[in-house]
């Protein structure tokens, strides 16, 4: 319930700014819209905080109100992810609604970036009273909230790998050239910066973009495969997620028996860690992924579940410059059941037929991928003591890659028994496979340090004149 009270707010025409009303609450947006146009405004509406994020970037509105229960982005993440990007928002003014009387909340929504804090019922004259100071002081200072252009990076698509193990780190003389720390790969079009799970390899990932950026804020997505040690244990050391000016966003589908966020949080718990999830500065949310497929920015993301243990997914990114897949644990079907079963691969069985169908999935989720990073873990030998443990063989890969088409492929997940030479010796193998098929598909190992750009997804063809 609005408690509405007369009064001729009326602002000068030469002052109407544009004011968002971000609230689920159809009636009452539209309350507010009737009373902010009758008072000179032009009002933008949003009905999630998703959404007016989204219009915030867009239409620069200078002041917002936004409701702090909402779906989607609650009104704490909406002011920190705006604080995050001062850079961008100017001088938006923000006015957080809620029928919340706890004092808690008031502190925290101001603390989040909040300029008011406002109790429903609220009284019109006093909104509008702020609103009309507000105005004069942008006026004031030489009128707009003026967004600056976040710099962009090069257009072109980058994938460096920072961890490339698998089950722990190793490092050490015999782990130099490949690298010992285990997964985490990043990938930027533009200035969209996406990171595939957050191993120990994160910690110098952090450490290398904030000596790029420096004071510039950062919005970071990491995407976790799941929630094995080897693909979350490096999250505590990301320096970035230590400091107010970033945005950090972590998308991950639940664990077999808890929740991501509960997950994540409890390897930081005391004994274990003296810092918690909650007490890192960054502007962090957590997400519990319930969609196969989503967008982030202009890259498109679709998830596909894998052989492994508990749930895990693989996870494609399909940017305007290429495409990339990451399947960081992964056992193919058939080579499991021929082991376990004992049936042969020339029988026609059900088993067979089932683990077919659960392959050529896999088989068409990586179809004519650009740059595949798939789980290689094991040789021919290495794989028959340890069938069913979650992981690939390179001869399976590389046959699933030519079937699939792809265009490069990097052996993934290297085991933390397999030095430099024997990695190389397994590249070499890999390659002759290829070449015993009659193909020219590229093969080598996920490196840490290696960047690859991603060329694009078509180029024009020269012109004949």
Request: with cysteine; charged share 25%.
């Amino acid at each position: 319930m609005l408690v509405i009270c007369s009064g001729n707010w009326k602002t000068p025409a030469a002052h109407m700014k544009t004011v968002l009303i971000i609230d689920d609450d159809k009636p009452f947006r539209a309350l507010l819209v009737q009373h902010l146009v009758q008072a000179g405004w032009e009002v933008i509406e949003a009905e999630d905080g998703e959404e007016g994020l989204k219009i915030t970037w867009e239409k620069r509105p200078e002041i917002v109100i936004c409701d702090l229960h909402m779906p989607r982005s609650n009104g704490f993440h909406f002011c920190r992810n705006v604080g995050a990007r001062r850079d961008m928002a100017g001088r938006i003014k923000i006015i957080i609604t809620t029928g919340s009387t706890y004092a808690t909340d008031k502190i925290s929504a101001l603390e989040a970036g909040a300029d008011a804090y406002l109790e429903k019922p609220m009284r019109i004259p006093e909104l509008l009273q702020l609103l009309t100071r507000w105005s004069e002081e942008i006026v004031g200072n030489g009128g707009g909230a003026e967004l600056a252009p976040t710099p962009a990076l090069e257009d072109k698509g980058i994938v460096r790998f920072w961890g490339v193990r698998g089950s722990i780190s190793c490092p050490g003389p015999s782990t130099v050239y490949y690298g010992g720390n285990t997964s985490c790969v990043e990938v930027r079009y533009g200035d969209q910066i996406i990171v595939l799970d957050a191993g120990t390899g994160i910690r110098a990932l952090g450490l290398s973009l904030e000596k790029e950026f420096k004071d510039q804020p950062l919005d970071l997505v990491v995407l976790i495969s799941h929630t094995h040690w080897d693909h979350i244990q490096g999250f505590p050391f990301f320096i970035p997620a230590y400091l107010p000016k970033n945005r950090i966003r972590l998308i991950g589908f639940e664990g077999a028996r808890r929740g991501l966020e509960s997950i994540l949080s409890s390897q930081m718990e005391s004994p274990y860690f003296p810092v918690s999830l909650e007490q890192m500065s960054g502007n962090i949310s957590v997400q519990a992924q319930r969609e196969m497929k989503f967008t982030i920015g202009s890259i498109v993301v679709t998830a596909q579940f894998v052989n492994h243990p508990g749930v895990c997914v693989g996870y494609r990114l399909d940017t305007p410059r290429g495409s990339v897949a990451y399947l960081p644990d992964n056992e193919p079907y058939q080579r499991l059941k021929v082991q376990r079963s004992g049936v042969k691969p020339g029988e026609a069985t059900e088993i067979l037929e089932f683990a077919r169908s659960q392959d050529q999935k896999i088989i068409e989720f990586i179809r004519d991928v650009d740059v595949l990073i798939i789980d290689a873990q094991y040789n021919d030998e290495g794989y028959r003591s340890r069938a069913g443990w979650g992981h690939g063989c390179v001869d399976d890969v590389v046959a699933i890659a030519l079937i699939a088409k792809v265009k490069r492929l990097f052996l993934f997940h290297h085991d933390p028994d397999h030095d430099d030479a024997f990695i190389t010796r397994m590249v070499e193998w890999a390659r002759q496979l290829v070449s015993f098929a009659g193909e020219d598909l590229p093969v080598d190992a996920a490196r840490e340090g290696l960047e690859v750009v991603l060329r694009p997804v078509s180029e024009a063809a020269p012109s004949s004149s």
